[in-house]
């Protein structure tokens, strides 16, 4: 049985190489995102690094929205392509369209 310091050294290593590759594939996505200005283009790299993980996939999620042609979800592992895949959400059915027509910020 593999002792406790292994697990936890082969569990941080994993999360470092998914960081690692997730930040590397969201500084591609924002350097090569056509639509982006140049302070976002240094920007979100740096957000990308920063934020372990939830950084990179923001990062990846929000360029896929309006670029979704930048790069193809086969580099997101396929665990994680629910979270940056662009979906149409489901409408709530129980949601009434009037709802908040009278409030305005």
Partial sequence: MPSLDLILALVGIWVVVLHVYLAVIATYVATHD???ETPQR???PI?????PIL???I???LAL???PDV??????PWPLRATVRNSPRKSNQLRD???????HP
């Fill in 97 to 103: 369209e009037d709802e908040g027509a009278e409030w």
């Fill in 42 to 44: 240094i920007g979100q």
């Fill in 47 to 51: 957000f990308a690094w920063v934020i």
């Fill in 65 to 67: 929205e309006h670029s």
């Fill in 71 to 76: 790069i193809s979800l086969k580099w997101i």
């Fill in 59 to 61: 990062v990846i999620r």
């Fill in 34 to 36: 056509p639509l982006l």
């Fill in 55 to 57: 950084g990179a996939l």
